[in-house]
Every structure is written in C-alpha cells, then in structure tokens.
C-alpha cells in the first residue's frame, strides 16, 4: 500500500456538536427564509431551515478539505458516471458527521421529530438502479477513507419517475425533486464550460506546419456546475459531487433583426432546455437516442476541460497529467471521454498523437456493468459523425490504429483468420461505433463488478480483448456503504451490533465478523428476532399507510426489490405464488407457514412485459389478499415507488432475499448485499455477487437454487431449451400457465396476460420462448422456497443464520471495494486533515 498523504499528525476529531448553538441556529434559519418562527413553519420549511443549518457546519469542512487538496496537491480520481442515485442527503449528512443522534435530541427539544423532517426531502434519484447507487456508495467510501474524489455527472431536472400504482397498472410521474430548492448544493458559475455540437471541423495548417483543426458552424451549450458535499464519515473529509446544468451561451438578442442570429439563439436555447431536462429510465437496456449521446458529450466535455484547467492552474507539464488524475468510467456512457481528452490535448495543448495518446491511456479506466447484448452502446456513424464531428475523426483514427495493431499481432498466427477479428474487435464496423471496443482500447483498466462477472467477460463476451490485452482486466466485487444501509436504515440492529462487537464496524465492516460467536447464544438469538420483529412491525405499518393493506409481522417477509426486468425473474417469483396459492385452494388442511410476498419495482416505460408483470403482481395481490378462503396465509404486496428511501425501511424488515436471476445475467447486484447486511437470508441462483454471499456465510446458511451460469451459457450456446417438455410435463406449471389466459387474474379480460405467455411458451414459434429459463428453473425454486419455510419454523436456528449473514457481511462493504480500486488500479494516497 501507498504511504498517506499528512498534513497532520493526528487524524481531526469529529468537533462536539453544540446543540443549543444549532438550535438556534434552525430558528434563525426559519425567520430570515420565511419570516415565521418555528410555530408557524410548515415541515418543508423546518427540513429547509434544519437543512442549511447543517450545510453551514458541512461548509466549514469542504473549504477546509479542498484547501488540504490544494496544498498537498494529491493525484485525484473522477468518477465519471451518467447516474448518481444518492436518495436524500440530510440523514446521510447527519450519519456521517456523527451528529445524527445529537440532532434528533436537539429537534426534539424544539417539539419536531427528525424522522418526518427527513421525510420531507424528496430523493435525488439521479440514476436506474445498481449502477448509479453504486456510484452514489463510491463516493461515500471514498471520502470516508480520506480519498480526493470528483464525482461528475448530469443535474438532471428531472430524476428517475416517481412510480404511481393505478389500477395494478404502473404509471410515471414526472419527478419534479428541485421543486423547493436544494439546500445542500452550490451553483458554481466561475467554472462554467462551453461544449460544442455538430457543424463541421476545417483544417488549415499553421505557422509551424501544424495541422490545426477547428470546429465550424457549431451550436453551443453552456454547462454550468452545481457542487454536492459528499461527507465523509467522523473525519472531516468532503469532497465534491459536481453534475452540470445546461444554460443558453447568449440570452436572446430581442433587438437583433438579424434572421440566422435570431435562429441560432432560439436553437441554442432549446438545445440547453433539452439537454439536461430528464434522466433516461432505461435499465440495463441501450435505446441509442440522440438526446442520449448529446447528455453524454454534454457533461463528459465540462468535466475533461475542467479537470484540463484544473490540473494547469497547478502544474505546467501536461505531459504529466496522468500523474496527478484518473478517470473512471462508469460503464460506457462516459466513454467519449477518451476522445474529448485526445481532442483537449491535441487542438487545445498542441500535443502530437503518440503524446495524447499516452497521456489519455494512462487515464482512462473502465467499469463494465453488464454482458446483455442489448444493453451494449452502439451508435450509428451517421449521428455521431455528424452530433460529434471532431470527436468522430478521432474515433476514427483510434480505429485505424487499432486494425493495425490487430493486423501486426495476428497476421503471422497460425490458424487466426485477421479479418474476423477485426470484425469481432474493430471499434467502428458496419456502420456503428462500439463504445465498449473503444473503452477496453484506450483504458488502462478494465473491471468487472463481480468474480464471476469479470471470468465470463475473459472468457466470453471480451474473449478477443482478453487474448489481446491481458494485463488490462481485473475484477472488482461491487460493496455497499454500510453507513447508510445499516447505520442510517436500521438504527435497532446497528445499535445491537455496536453493544455486542464495539463500534469499529462502521469504518471497517469485516469487524463485524465479531458478532459469530453470538450465533448460537439463545439471548442474542431471541434479541435479534426482535429486532427483526420491530422492523416488520415498522414496515408494516408503511405497507398499511401506503397500500391499505394489513400484513401480518409474524409471517416470513419475502421481498423482491429491484428493477423490474425480464432477466431478474419476477416472473418467477410470481408464478410461484400462484402455485402455492392453487396448493392452498386444493388443500385447505395443509400447514402452511403464513408469508407475505413483498415485491418493488419500477418498469423501464417502454418495456412492454416488465409493465405486464407489474399489473400481474398487482392482480394476484388482489385476488389472493381478498380471498377468506385461505386465511390471510399468503398475502402479496407490490410497494409503489421503489426508491432509495422506503429501500431502507424494506432491507431492514426482509426475512427472505429474493435474488433469483437467471444465471450468468446479473454482472453482481447489490441489493444482495443490503440483504445480508441486514440478516436476510438469500433465496437464490448461483449469479453475480451470489456466489461470493454464499462462499462467505456457507450454503447451509442460503438456499441456492437452478441452473449455473456455465449451463445457461450451454444451453444458449445451442439454440435454448423447449419450455414445451415442461409444460406437458409438470401439472402445476401447466395450471399456472393456464391461469394466465384463462381469466383467472383477469376475469375482464382473459387474453390480459398473454404477451407472458406466449413469452414463456410462445406456441406460434415466431421467436425464442423462455429465454430466461423460467420454466427450467421452476421446480428447483419451488424445492428452495419448500426449505425456506422448514427452516423458518426452526426459529433458533433461522436467527443463527440470520446472524451469520450479518457476521459474514464484512466482505461487501463499498470500502473494500474502493480500496482495491485505489490499490490495484487508481494509485491515490490518502489524505488525512488538520
Ligand atoms: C447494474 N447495471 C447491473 N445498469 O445490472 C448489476 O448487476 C450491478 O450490480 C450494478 O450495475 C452495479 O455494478 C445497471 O444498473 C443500468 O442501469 C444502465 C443505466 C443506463 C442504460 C443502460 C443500463
């Protein structure tokens, strides 16, 4: 490991927080925002005025951060990510500045409660899903473990939709989060930047006999940075979070008669109002929209000049650069950064090729998310030709080279045939640029999310890129911060794991392991079912406010929670519901375990079966929940708006981790380890960041169920499976099914369901049926879920692997996963403050 940065001796001590000074401090706020005191404020306004008064204490630490940053000049990474999904700030901030407790005691001196001042913030769902919460967890870590960091993304207006439920049927709602301002952000206009799109490049030669290029006839966007803090955990450290809005470069001209000046001023304005105005709700789905690759260019193009001057103002060999910055890009949607430095160091810092080149390769790293076809960038020549003429000749010349260096390694290699290569590995081919080529060629790094993930990237999807570039591809097993999603999201169970193992967990998870030896204590057993109980209890009462409808606590909670799509199986875990729902009807005597079947997702909105599936869930939920028949034994509840906030209140209360996508699909999850952290137990396949949950806590404390990854791949390999066999086969599945189309969930209208079936079954034969392997994997899941209800009614032992999944935790926090980022790819030094 790399020696620490220090510009002291001793790390800082988080400064007694002084309550009556806050106090004061938050009615002060009310009256100078408001003109009201704190009797006649509303509870916006208390979030407000609690808000700034806590922003006033983060303040003091960045400018003290930045100044440490600016004296020791350390090299800093910038996570480039489209997607930041950091929910709220306020509670998090309180955590992280050890401040949260104190707080909550001083408000409620002043007759408020934190909780429903919390409630108050809208999230910034500034992201899908898996990769912009990690993003939000890095940044957490990072500046928890002292490490200089930019964040930079897109200050979207709108985030991710807000999800309203009607009918059973998803509908989206604009999510309008910067309605009542941000009190924790900071419009830095000093740093604006203006990016250029389309128009053409000229070349005329200098002076010297330089080739000069410029951009011509262009449209113009002014991207102007909002700062977040980002607080890093007792240690004073904050670093920034910087997304950019877009601005008009000219305000209107109202005197210019001037037709072409009046034109482009109204292009330019709507070119702003377009750019940064909503987040794309697609998860782990590519839809190639030219708004999309505008956004990218859009905050790609401001962070690279800036982290440029930024360097400059402190250094004057840019040859250098490298030493002092690292880019990280959060899979593809960042790429064009490698372009636009090449771009940057050619046309504004007169550089050759070879030495921007060397510069820029020495930047650039890569995250890959994914291996599903149809998430993959691709862009057609055309549009990014003409949205990005400059950058497209540079891609170009990436390309030409590249074909040379593939020709130069195979040619003379027996049995290699050079143009299917280059067909497989040429960064622009039939009529297309491949973003991820791009990445892998002109990255340093490039990482899988989870050990599974990165060996079928090698050996698989990347195959060619591996034989080629072995030395560039490590794997990186995704964490999670425990600050947030314990600390913050379960107080119960943070503040019983602190009385049993000390507190040390909080910086470093794997102390928790610590909590092993009170596995099989009856007390501690009997303390955690209780805590355990108490979050139920809690979750049930937002289910109850939320959906009206009563669950019991004492049932085993079964949660789903994620994004809805087709590879992550929901349809399973329905399906299977039905099933033991036909096993009740058909056998009223059996003893049945009572369970309620939790579920939370929003669909991409334009994925037709995603959205079926919700209103599937929706109607299930309604006919088993008011059937008197089966005694409230099942009950299904589809939590509306799936976010970062209720997430906590749902980890918290999970008996049961559902992580059943189809093996090989899911590069590692996330929500797995939230999970686990939290003492679920999870019921699931052998993929992404699963394997590694069960090789830390033993399967004996998991249920794995279905095929390998390495048998999906077989299968595909040979043209799939038939789905037919099993349905003629196996009665229950066919009675399923059958319940599908024949109105049984759907007594309106019995063909509702159709699409999911025929995606199953697909009996006309037109496409690929059960291409997730559904129907394959049924019977084995229904065996998994039979052994989650024997091992529930054993109470003591279900609390020992309960415990042990917390125990065994240690391993995903988003700590360890930044410091082999540190180690193995960034090569920051810590920075510890006065
Ligand atoms: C997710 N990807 C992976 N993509 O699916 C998940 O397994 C992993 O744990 C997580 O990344 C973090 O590594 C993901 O969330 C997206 O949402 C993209 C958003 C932009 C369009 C393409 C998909």
Redesign the pocket.
Known sequence: MKKSVVASEKPVKAKEFDKELFKRSVEYNVRTLYRKNLEEADAQQIFQAVSYAIKDRIVENWMETQKAYEKEDPKMVYYMS??FLMGRALGNNLINLKAYKPVAEALEELGLDLNLIEDQEPDAALG?????R?AACFLDSLATLGYPAYGCGIRYRYGMFKQEIRDGYQVEVPDNWLMNGNPFELRRPEYAKIVKFGGYVSVHTDENGRNVFTQEGYQSVKAVPFDFPIVGYGNGIVNTLRIWDAEPVECFQLDSFDKGDYQKAVEQENLARNIVEVL?P?????AGKELRLKQQYFFISASVQEAVEKYMRKHDDIHKFYEKVTFQLN?T?PTVAIAELMRVLMDDYYLTWEEAWEITTKTCAYTN??IMAE?LEKWPIELFSRLLPRIYQIVEEINRRFILDIQQKYSNVPGVDVQEKIRKMAIIYDGQVKMAHMAIVAGYSVNG?ARLHTEILKTQELKDFYEMFPERFNNKT?GITQRRFLLHANPLLADWVTAHVGDDWITDLPQISRLKVYADDKKAQQEFMNIKYQNKVRLAKYILEHNGIEVDPRSIFDVQVKRLHEYKRQLLNILHVMYLYNELKEHPELDFYPRTFIFGAKAAAGYRNAKLTIKLINSVADVVNNDPAINGKIKVVFIENYNVSNAEIIFAAADVSEQISTASK?????GNMKFMLNGALTLGTMD?ANVEIVEEVGEENAFIFGLSAQEVINYENHGGYDPMEIFNNDQDVRKVLMQLINGTYAPGDPELFRPLYNSLLNTQCTAKADTYFILKDFKSYAEAQKKVEAAYRDEDNWAKSAILNVACSGKFTSDRTIQQYVDEIWHLDKVVLK
């Open positions: 489209m997607e899908n899903g898996g990769l912009g990690l794309y697609n998860d782990n789905h590519y899979d949607h998310h994914t998430a999310v995704n899911e590069a590692s999850g996330t992404g």
